[in-house]
T-cell receptor
C-alpha cells in the first residue's frame, strides 16, 4: 500500500530552528509537496521537490532524498505565526497526490 | 481577488437531507478537486475533474456526486446525508489538465466548508 509518515506533533521555541520529517512509500514518485495549514483554514502551498537536494525559500527549506524515500521541511527563525499543521504529499506514478496526516507544530515564546 | 471560493462556509443540516456545496476558481486552471478532511485532519481525495476526465476515489459513496457546469466551477452534491459525512470539505484547483510532475501540479485550496450533520 501507499504510506506517508510524519510525526503527529512537534514543539519548538520562537526564534529557533525545527525540522519536520516525512517518509514515504508510494507506487512511483513524481514529486513531493509541503503545505501549511493553519487551524480552521485551507492548506497553502509551501514547496515542491522532484530532484534530490535542498530547495530554499526564505526561512523555509525543503530537502528530498528519493533513494531513501525521505523529505524534511526546515523552518528557521521561528515565529509565532508558524504555529500550524504541515502536510507532506507525494505524487505517485498516476500523478495522484497521497497525503500525510500532517504534523502539528506548536511554537512557544 | 479570491482564487478559489466555496459556499457556504458552514452548513448544518439534518440526517437524510440533500445538500450542495459550490466551488468556483478564477485562476484559469484546468483541473479541480474535492477533498474531505475529517476530525483527525487527514485530507482524503474524493474527486478530481477536468474537461476530459472525472476520476472518482472508489471509496467515496455514490451519494456524493460532482457536477461541473463549466471549467471554472465544480459543485459537490450530497444525497441522503449521514452523520459520518460531518467534516470539512475543501475544493482545490491546479493548472494542468494532464499532470506533469512539476510545480504546475500545485493545488490551490478554497477556504473549506464545514458540514455538520445532526
Amino acid at each position: 500500500g501507499q504510506n506517508i509518515d510524519q510525526p503527529t506533533e512537534m514543539t519548538a521555541t520562537e526564534g529557533a530552528i525545527v525540522q519536520i520529517n516525512c517518509t514515504y512509500q508510494t507506487s512511483g514518485f513524481n514529486g513531493l509537496f509541503w503545505y501549511q495549514q493553519h487551524a480552521g483554514e485551507a492548506p497553502t502551498f509551501l514547496s515542491y521537490n522532484v530532484l534530490d537536494g535542498l530547495e530554499e525559500k526564505g526561512r523555509f527549506s525543503s530537502f528530498l532524498s528519493r533513494s531513501k524515500g525521505y523529505s524534511y521541511l526546515l523552518l528557521k527563525e521561528l515565529q509565532m505565526k508558524d504555529s500550524a499543521s504541515y502536510l507532506c504529499a507525494v505524487q505517485d506514478s498516476n500523478y495522484q497526490l497521497i497525503w500525510g496526516a500532517g504534523t502539528k507544530l506548536i511554537i512557544k515564546p | 481577488d479570491t482564487a478559489v471560493s466555496q459556499t457556504p462556509k458552514y452548513l448544518v443540516t439534518q440526517m437524510g437531507n440533500d445538500k450542495s456545496i459550490k466551488c468556483e476558481q478564477n485562476l484559469g486552471h484546468d483541473t479541480m478537486y474535492w477533498y474531505k478532511q475529517d476530525s483527525k485532519k487527514f485530507l482524503k481525495i474524493m474527486f478530481s475533474y477536468n474537461n476530459k476526465e472525472l476520476i472518482i476515489n472508489e471509496t467515496v459513496p455514490n451519494r456524493f456526486s460532482p457536477k461541473s457546469p463549466d471549467k471554472a466551477h465544480l459543485n459537490l452534491h450530497i444525497n441522503s446525508l449521514e452523520l459520518g459525512d460531518s467534516a470539512v470539505y475543501f475544493c482545490a484547483s491546479s493548472q494542468e489538465s494532464v499532470a506533469s510532475g512539476s510545480t504546475t501540479d500545485t493545488q490551490y485550496f478554497g477556504p473549506g466548508t464545514r458540514l455538520t450533520v445532526l
